[in-house]
């Protein structure tokens, strides 16, 4: 959820750049020949901008974060509410994404500010020496949130250039989430650090989900949990469908080398044989 105006955080590279080969081999089948939007949609979008005191840049951004949220959420198993890139009109957040009943994907209640919650459950967390069994969910419920902010990180360094857009709110609910499972600043940075590794491996096989996912939130600027779905089932299936066909193309090539290579072999054979005929007659 990132705040602030591409001035403020200094971003103005292009979007459209991927950050290696990992990322690239993982959007192969999304279709790089679009032509892009013509000259009328394309009028209306920089009117939307404008309207945002946004650039281009900068809107491609905020989608690629919020669909880092969105995707990992998802692989996380966690219902979605639904996602926007338009920003709050108080300023709240530059865009955001949302649990079935709630404002943020994991949150516990939607009058409760995770900081807040956080606070209350600090003081029922196991103690040292203490039983932890009861609170395991409370340590799972911890990390599988601090992957999925991590997540619009992550997002941003696979497909954009330069550091990703800083975030507040995610910064401040990373370290909230985090003081419950540990006890030392040094500890917190870790865990942090680790989430981010995991997020980081739960995310990168699904690079064309979350390009995809980017590119809709662009053109329709928010979406409900059924319309997300739909486009992770859509790239899902095509890339399904793309791997079956190289499996087939594979197979029809495997056959057809094999044929060469019996028509290659028989004359030879024949003229091994032509020998021992010769001999007895």
């Given amino acids: 959820m990132p705040n602030g105006s591409p001035a403020d955080d200094g971003v103005a590279e292009h979007a459209g750049c991927l950050a290696g080969s990992r990322a690239a081999a993982s959007v192969s089948v999304i279709d790089a020949s679009s032509s892009g939007p013509d000259e009328a949609s394309q009028h ?3 009117q939307l901008l404008a309207a945002l005191g946004r650039t281009e840049e900068f809107d491609q951004r905020i989608a690629i974060h ?3 949220h969105a995707v990992c959420a998802r692989l996380l198993g966690q219902p979605l509410g639904g996602a926007t890139i338009n920003p709050d009109p108080s300023g709240k957040y530059g865009g955001l994404v949302w649990g079935p009943q709630y404002s943020v994907a994991f949150a516990n209640d939607d009058d409760d500010d995770v900081p807040d919650v956080c606070d209350q459950l ?4 196991p103690q040292a020496g203490e039983p932890r069994a009861d609170a395991a969910d409370i340590y799972l419920h911890a990390l599988n949130r601090c992957m999925e902010i991590a997540a619009a990180s992550v997002a941003e360094r696979m497909f954009l250039p ?3 857009v800083p975030s507040v709110g995610d910064i401040e609910d990373a370290i909230k989430y985090a003081s419950l499972v540990c ?3 040094e500890a917190m940075e870790k865990f942090i650090s680790l989430s981010e590794t995991m997020a980081d491996d739960l995310l ?3 690079g064309d989900v979350v390009l995809a996912l980017a590119a809709e939130l662009r053109i329709k600027r928010t979406l409900n949990a059924r319309e997300i779905d739909q486009i992770i089932l859509d790239v899902e299936t095509r890339k399904a469908m793309a791997i079956e066909h190289k499996r087939r193309a594979d197979w029809r090539k495997a056959e057809q080398d094999a044929a060469s290579f019996r028509a290659e072999c028989e004359p030879l054979d024949a003229a091994r044989l032509r020998p ?4 007895v007659s």
Avoid: F, K, N, V
């Fill in 122 to 125: 600090r003081t029922l967390m």
């Fill in 204 to 206: 990168r096989p699904y």
């Fill in 276 to 279: 021992a005929r010769d001999q």
């Fill in 66 to 68: 919020e669909a880092g």
């Fill in 162 to 164: 330069g550091p990703p």
């Fill in 183 to 185: 006890q030392s600043p």
């Fill in 44 to 46: 209306e979008y920089d």
